[in-house]
């Protein structure tokens, strides 16, 4: 099936820090999600992304989607304590209707 | 909030035992999911449906079906539960564009 592969796994910030992860996939994919998920929680939808070389900004929330379809990356600047969490991308498919695959997640925490 | 309803959110079970999570949403959308959330494995897909009566398998379906008679139902049976389908449920709809957006999730214990 389609894979999505997430990194890093987990990361701890700092207040103040920027944050980057990002999501590779060997398929390509139609349309590219970024969710949030807080504890206890179902994920919240981020940004979306539907064009190939896509740069969109959100606040302090920057993505983009790869020109080969194949990967995006998030970045959040001047990282706040509520940004802790996970995060999750998911893809479209292009030949699968609207069947979204995630990707493992990234846990964001902060530095003790 | 997008309009998705998930019940009930939080069940405990026995073993053997038929269970069956309702999703409910106001939205209209056409597309519709059951997620499962683990440990280690992020969300997978169990079922999803493309329309009323239109289903299909996702990538953990074994051990579970599905029923949409409705645009606004779409329900997730456990015919036998197992303790390996304790779990985090999630419901998810979306439209045409592919934006999902989430139910807050049932809890579900085998014991």
């Known amino acids: 099936g389609q894979q999505l592969n997430q990194s890093p796994q987990s990361m701890f910030i700092q207040e103040g820090e920027d944050v980057s992860m990002n999501c590779t996939s060997s398929?390509?994919?139609?349309?590219w999600l970024w969710y949030k998920q807080d504890p206890g929680e179902g994920p919240v939808l981020l940004i979306a992304?539907?064009?190939?070389?896509e740069l969109t900004s959100n606040g302090r929330l920057t993505t983009q989607f790869g020109i080969t379809r194949k990967d995006s990356f998030l970045n959040i600047s001047a990282s706040i304590p509520s940004d802790v969490g996970i995060y999750f991308c998911a893809g479209q498919p292009k030949a699968a209707g609207n069947k979204l695959t995630f990707g493992g997640g990234t846990r964001v925490l902060v530095k003790p | 909030d997008a309009g998705i309803t998930q019940s009930p959110r939080h069940k405990v079970t026995e073993t053997g035992t038929p269970v069956t999570l309702r999703c409910h949403q106001t939205e209209n959308h056409r597309y519709m999911y059951w997620y499962r959330q683990d440990p280690g494995h992020g969300l997978r897909l169990i079922h999803y449906?493309?329309?009323?009566?239109?289903?299909d398998k996702g990538e953990v379906s074994d051990g579970y079906s599905v029923s949409r008679s409705k645009t606004e139902d779409f329900l997730l049976t456990l015919e036998s539960a197992t303790s390996s389908q304790t779990s985090v449920y999630f419901c998810a709809i979306s439209d045409q564009y592919g934006e999902a957006f989430f139910g807050q999730g049932t809890r579900l214990t085998v014991v």
């Open positions: 449906s493309y329309g009323v009566k239109d289903t």
């Open positions: 992304l539907y064009k190939a070389g």
């Open positions: 398929s390509i994919f139609n349309t």
